[in-house]
């Protein structure tokens, strides 16, 4: 007997090269560069990067790509391009008259990163054509994927590389898409996705302190551990997600405000119990949940500096649980993923990204990943709940220009 299938999905890879055929066959003419960004997970530092705290996320073997040429007439022409090579075209619109919100829609995206740079002092049209692999609406930073290649896009065909000298720092271009999502789209996040996107490098997670902007690149190589990270994509996505993630931020932004502190980052876990204390009880679980996961990240920090990667696996399920119970951003669908991951023998087990749906990463032992992600196929089936997606995920190079031959 021939063996079982794999119950896990792969990444495309030849994503750059996908983008750069799609712009020939488009415009007639080869693509003047192309550049990408990955998606993200987090490892762990949830809903911690607004309150000036600690994130340290991967990124994904996943890409978005942006296959790029400049236009005469200072419009932003973007086409996307499906898995099934079907192309699919926005309304070219005249960079200078962009405005807050001006584009709706998936094309708002790399209209308010064109918007900011506009402001920036990089202004020209251009021809986008954007291929990807990044499973959408699954809490794994298409977007920002999407926006990051754009902004290195836009800046390349302006003469600007990223790491060239004179070049804005990638903190800097960080900052810059995160004002296109705050700003022109509209959403109020953090600097965790962004940051991922650009920042982190192959084999390694980044510790970033969003206070004071200071990065680590952690050595994290799970497989050498005997161990993999397996990514649930629970297919769930919630209505209630953006006002659930802006309530929580207001959230926390008043606690720190009764507590007379720039952000709850400056309360430290032998401080809880007294902030708890002159908070109202609504805001107490939330606060709870921000300082102690801030505490995590620095444990989980210090494990895999020492090169313990076995040992997070209850750190990343105390994370979950806090979110679960505390913060309130967990559903169903994440619950059995993480619940059916730590009964097949996962180390450890969380949702991660923004919550209310999304997908579950899951510490694995490398001779486990196939039965974990069986058990919890099963799970979702035996409850009625649409299959999820499944995947193992190393840490993986950011965003920079490809080569597309
Ligand atoms: C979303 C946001 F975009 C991030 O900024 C971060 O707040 C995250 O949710 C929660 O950690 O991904």
């Given at each position: 007997?021939?063996?079982?299938?794999?119950?896990?999905?792969?990444?495309?890879?030849?994503?750059p090269?996908r983008?750069?055929?799609?712009?020939?066959?488009?415009h007639?003419r080869p693509?003047?560069?192309?550049?990408?960004a990955p998606?993200?997970?987090?490892?762990?530092?949830?809903h911690t990067?607004?309150?000036d705290g600690?994130?340290?996320?991967f990124?994904l073997?996943y890409?978005i790509a942006?296959?790029?040429s400049p236009?005469?007439?200072g419009r932003?022409a973007v086409?996307?391009v499906?898995?099934?090579?079907?192309?699919?075209?926005?309304?070219?619109?005249?960079?200078?008259d962009?405005a807050?919100?001006?584009?709706?829609?998936?094309?708002?995206?790399?209209?308010?990163?064109?918007?900011?740079?506009?402001?920036?002092?990089f202004?020209?049209?251009?021809?986008?054509v954007i291929?990807?692999?990044?499973?959408?609406?699954?809490?794994?930073s298409?977007?920002?994927a999407?926006q990051?290649?754009t902004?290195?896009?836009?800046?390349?065909?302006?003469?600007v590389e990223?790491?060239?000298?004179?070049?804005?720092s990638?903190?800097?271009?960080?900052r810059?898409?995160?004002?296109s999502e705050?700003?022109?789209v509209?959403v109020p996040?953090?600097l965790?996705?962004?940051?991922?996107?650009?920042?982190?490098?192959a084999?390694?997670?980044?510790f970033?302190?969003?206070?004071?902007?200071?990065?680590?690149?952690?050595p994290?190589d799970a497989?050498s551990?005997?161990?993999?990270?397996?990514v649930?994509?629970?297919?769930?996505k919630?209505s209630?997600?953006?006002s659930?993630?802006r309530?929580?931020?207001?959230?926390?932004e008043?606690a720190?405000?009764?507590?007379g502190l720039r952000a709850?980052?400056?309360i430290?876990?032998s401080?809880?119990?007294d902030?708890?204390?002159?908070?109202?009880e609504?805001?107490?679980?939330l606060v709870?949940?921000?300082v102690?996961?801030n505490?995590?990240?620095?444990?989980?920090?210090?494990?895999?500096r020492?090169?313990?990667?076995a040992d997070?696996?209850?750190l990343?399920?105390a994370?979950h649980t806090?979110?679960?119970d505390?913060?309130r951003?967990?559903?169903?669908?994440?619950?059995?993923?993480?619940?059916?991951a730590?009964?097949a023998?996962?180390?450890?087990?969380?949702m991660?990204g923004?919550?209310?749906?999304?997908?579950?990463?899951a510490l694995?032992a490398?001779?486990?990943v196939?039965?974990?992600g069986k058990?919890?196929?099963?799970?979702?089936?035996?409850?009625?709940l649409?299959t999820?997606?499944?995947?193992t995920?190393a840490?993986?190079?950011?965003?920079g220009?490809d080569?597309?031959?």
């Amino acid at each position: 007997s021939g063996q079982a299938a794999s119950v896990l999905g792969t990444a495309t890879h030849n994503v750059p090269a996908r983008a750069a055929a799609a712009f020939a066959r488009i415009h007639g003419r080869p693509p003047t560069g192309v550049w990408s960004a990955p998606g993200r997970v987090n490892l762990i530092g949830e809903h911690t990067d607004y309150n000036d705290g600690f994130v340290l996320p991967f990124a994904l073997p996943y890409r978005i790509a942006v296959a790029a040429s400049p236009r005469a007439d200072g419009r932003l022409a973007v086409t996307t391009v499906g898995d099934d090579g079907r192309p699919q075209q926005a309304e070219p619109v005249a960079i200078a008259d962009l405005a807050p919100r001006s584009v709706e829609g998936w094309a708002a995206y790399p209209s308010g990163v064109a918007w900011v740079l506009h402001n920036e002092g990089f202004s020209g049209g251009a021809d986008l054509v954007i291929a990807g692999d990044v499973p959408a609406g699954a809490g794994l930073s298409s977007s920002h994927a999407l926006q990051c290649a754009t902004a290195l896009a836009l800046l390349g065909l302006a003469g600007v590389e990223l790491d060239e000298p004179d070049a804005p720092s990638r903190a800097t271009v960080a900052r810059w898409v995160q004002r296109s999502e705050n700003d022109y789209v509209g959403v109020p996040t953090g600097l965790l996705d962004q940051t991922a996107s650009l920042s982190c490098v192959a084999d390694h997670v980044l510790f970033l302190d969003v206070r004071s902007g200071e990065m680590e690149q952690v050595p994290f190589d799970a497989s050498s551990a005997g161990l993999a990270v397996l990514v649930i994509d629970t297919k769930a996505k919630h209505s209630h997600s953006d006002s659930g993630y802006r309530e929580r931020r207001a959230g926390c932004e008043r606690a720190a405000d009764l507590l007379g502190l720039r952000a709850l980052r400056d309360i430290d876990e032998s401080g809880l119990d007294d902030a708890l204390a002159r908070l109202p009880e609504e805001l107490r679980p939330l606060v709870r949940h921000v300082v102690t996961e801030n505490t995590r990240v620095e444990r989980t920090v210090e494990h895999l500096r020492a090169g313990r990667i076995a040992d997070i696996g209850d750190l990343l399920t105390a994370s979950h649980t806090s979110m679960r119970d505390d913060y309130r951003i967990s559903c169903l669908e994440l619950d059995v993923a993480v619940d059916t991951a730590l009964t097949a023998g996962a180390l450890g087990a969380r949702m991660t990204g923004g919550g209310f749906g999304g997908s579950a990463i899951a510490l694995v032992a490398a001779t486990e990943v196939e039965s974990v992600g069986k058990q919890v196929l099963a799970a979702f089936a035996e409850r009625g709940l649409t299959t999820p997606g499944l995947f193992t995920a190393a840490p993986s190079p950011g965003a920079g220009r490809d080569n597309f031959s």
